[in-house]
């Protein structure tokens, strides 16, 4: 059965699977758990635990912790998961083959998912991982573990790239994106709850953002119902703080570019209504944002009323609307700063995220984004600094990225030493050139097969 470690394995509450009566082949799921990439994890247990999906299931919080589980399983097979973004590739890689030299085994299969997987399954089955999940996990993980099961043959699961006789990557017809309502954001066990996911996919599909090539061009959301028996479950295991997964929160209910405060206002009031009087809700914060244009007198007053946050997180981008306009991103320069302003009239202190040498940024670019990071500091803002990565799957993924000269980096600076911006722009630079090497490596419209079963 399957559950969170050894000792714990409660199950779920099934929905709209189907599975043989008769087990062959026990399986035992290992998942290399890293902080980085809970959110995504965190979903598939939750799959795995809905769908009752037998298994035995054991997380390993290091290298090392992962090859011991490992090698203790007494299944018959044994399925481990990874789960990375595309600038952890590298570093994932060698932690593969670490667990490899620890514990090699011929039960054992390295499934690979996520965004950089979805985007690159060729150089991921070439890095050492048997398989490369290709899509949303949930419906794929499900089906991988009765396939295991039931000794059939992996050809015949959705949403996976295997490994061919020739090294090529051989892909499986694609999984099924599915109501966000069947499955959980996270499994029903307290050291694994975390923000809930209300909303999946984006309209904006902004050319150097992985969100819509991953999960599609529209919205799909969590319906209140099921974002109210996901905060019961919490406030049953004494939590209080709820936080959301969303690429723009005020976009909720809605599949246009305006969005519908009626029903933010519904959700926010209907998850309120489930906690406890000491409860706190958080929204437009961390791990989520706002576009700018949707930074409304009326939506912080919405805000105000509901949430406990005191910042909330808006995407710029660029200070340069030509770059805004070249990168996809539906807004000019001018809504934020009318946003910045708006939020701090309403007691919020905006987090702004901006990113640096975008392709095609010019050095007059850089300084009208230069000039409006500091104009919005001194607005009462924060700036949350950021370089641009060719990130695989992204209509940029082989673009070049824009110099950055030594003058913009000093003003960076100066803008942390006084308190008014922070970031890992140095790192993203590194990741950027590593990430623009594998694109040379392996070309955009490299060949594709895929199988014919299922």
């Known amino acids: 059965m399957c559950g969170t470690s050894i000792t714990d394995r409660r199950c779920g509450r099934g929905r709209r699977w189907h599975y043989p009566a008769r ?50 399983s007494p299944a018959d097979r044994v399925l481990v998961l990874w789960s990375f973004y595309s600038p952890d590739a590298e570093a994932m890689a060698a932690e593969l083959a670490t667990v490899r030299a620890l514990a090699d085994d011929p039960r054992v299969l390295h499934i690979a998912g996520g965004v950089h997987a979805t985007a690159e399954p060729q150089q991921v089955i070439d890095a050492g991982w048997d398989l490369a999940a290709i899509g949303e996990g949930e419906p794929t993980i499900v089906a991988l573990v009765e396939a295991l099961r039931a000794d059939r043959p992996l050809t015949t699961v959705p949403g996976l790239a295997v490994r061919d006789g020739d090294g090529m990557a051989l892909r499986t017809p694609p999984a099924p994106q599915l109501p966000l309502d069947v499955f959980p954001s996270f499994p029903d066990r307290r050291r694994h709850f975390g923000p809930i996911e209300i909303t999946r996919g984006c309209a904006y599909t902004c050319r150097f953002c992985q969100t819509p090539f991953m999960f599609g ?38 599949q246009g570019p305006e969005p519908a405060l009626d029903a933010v206002e519904e959700l926010l009031a209907g998850v309120k209504e489930e906690l406890p009087a000491n409860g706190r809700v958080f929204f437009g914060s961390f791990p989520s944002e706002i576009r700018p244009e949707h930074v409304t007198p009326e939506a912080m007053r919405l805000l105000k009323r509901h949430v ?24 000019g320069s001018a809504p934020v700063r009318d946003a910045v302003r708006i939020a701090v009239e309403h007691g919020f202190r905006p987090n702004v995220d901006f990113i640096f040498g975008l392709p095609g940024e010019s050095s007059e670019d850089q300084d009208a984004s230069l000039r409006l990071a500091a104009d919005l500091a001194d607005l009462g803002a924060r700036i949350h600094t950021h370089t641009f990565m060719p990130l695989p799957g992204t209509p940029w993924r082989d673009a070049e990225p824009a110099f950055i000269p030594l003058a913009t980096m000093r003003e960076l600076d100066r803008l942390a030493q006084r308190g008014d911006a922070y970031g890992h722009w140095r790192k993203q630079a590194e990741h950027a050139a590593r990430l623009a090497e594998t694109a040379k490596a392996y070309p955009r419209r490299a060949r594709r097969r895929r199988t014919t079963d299922g």
């Open 308 to 331: 406990a946050n005191d910042n909330i997180i808006i995407g710029a981008q660029s200070g340069s609307d030509r770059v805004l306009a070249a990168a996809g991103r539906g807004h």
């Open 23 to 72: 087990v062959s082949v026990e399986v035992s799921v290992v998942v290399r758990y890293r902080k980085a990439v809970t959110y995504g994890v965190n979903a598939l247990l939750g799959a795995l635990e809905t769908a009752k999906a037998e298994c035995d299931l054991r997380l390993g919080t290091t290298p090392e912790e992962t090859a011991e589980h490992i090698a203790a």
């Open 217 to 254: 061009g529209r919205f799909r959301h969590r319906s209140v119902d099921s974002v109210r028996e996901h905060v019961r479950r919490m406030a049953a295991h004494g939590l209080r703080d709820v936080r959301f997964i969303t690429p723009t929160s005020l976009s909720y209910g809605t």
